[in-house]
């Protein structure tokens, strides 16, 4: 009886096996670059004339709007997929938005819809933490105390490079982007980016820097990594 019943299970399997699909996410990886010679970066006098936040820094404090590496990596790009309406948001982990020696750390970032970001203060000053949308999320103006509790926020529609600024110390800018799935990541100091799990299918993908603009490129995902060369950045 026991053969029998194996037997049977064997050729059940055996005929349903070829109608099962299995479907295998895979990750999107690419490096980004920068050709030619990026705009100098400016000297931020007033941090260091401020008795307080000038006290903080050894070197002197210049801004970083292009992350630029000796063989031309960019770093800061945001880079995702045209897939909306699917946030995780609400359940993955706060992202952390500090300031510290008087600057925003980073000043670019990217969440989900939903995903909560924790402002923290670990310099010995006031700050205040003020938002503000292009796209209709709603704006906060909030105090924040040296060693006071860290601040939360969420935002509920996509939005690119959202601005959070300290009005007391008017040099201090970050910017937030807001994507409405979990299909995005910022490149590093080293150009790189992984779009992690992404579902088979053909998709749009887009790089964006702050100054330097937005590409778009098609990619098809199947069941293995995909590997995309956008073309280099440059001043236009």
């Known amino acids: 009886m026991k053969i029998l019943v194996i037997s049977l299970l064997a050729a059940v399997l055996a005929m349903v096996s070829p109608s099962l699909s299995v479907v295998h996410a895979a990750d999107i990886t690419g490096v980004i670059t920068f050709k030619g010679t990026p705009p100098p970066e400016k000297e931020i ?51 952390v938005l500090d300031q510290k020696g008087c600057l925003y750390v980073p000043t670019i970032l990217a969440v989900q819809t939903g995903q909560k970001i924790t402002v923290r203060n670990s310099d010995p000053c006031i700050h205040n ?29 996509p939005e690119d490079f959202l601005k959070f600024q300290c009005d007391v110390h ?22 790189k980016f992984t779009i992690k799990d992404v579902p ?19 990619v098809e995902v199947k069941d293995s990594n995909v590997t995309v060369s956008f073309p280099a950045f440059e001043v236009k």
């Open 45 to 95: 006098t007033p941090l260091e004339e401020d008795a307080t936040c000038g006290a903080l820094h050894t070197d002197k404090p210049m801004t970083q709007f292009y992350v630029v590496g000796s063989n031309g990596e960019l770093a800061d790009v945001v880079v995702s997929l045209n897939i909306t309406g699917k946030s995780t948001g609400a359940s993955a982990p706060p992202v």
């Open 129 to 157: 933490v003020h938002t503000t949308s292009k796209n209709g999320n709603d704006p906060h103006n909030d105090a924040q105390m040296p060693g006071g509790a860290d601040l939360t926020y969420t935002f509920d529609k």
């Open 170 to 191: 008017p040099w201090m800018f970050a910017w937030v982007t807001i994507e409405d799935s979990p299909y995005y990541a910022v490149s590093d100091k080293n150009g």
């Open 200 to 218: 088979p299918g053909q998709y749009t993908i887009t790089a964006i820097h702050r100054k330097l603009g937005a590409q778009k490129l098609d």
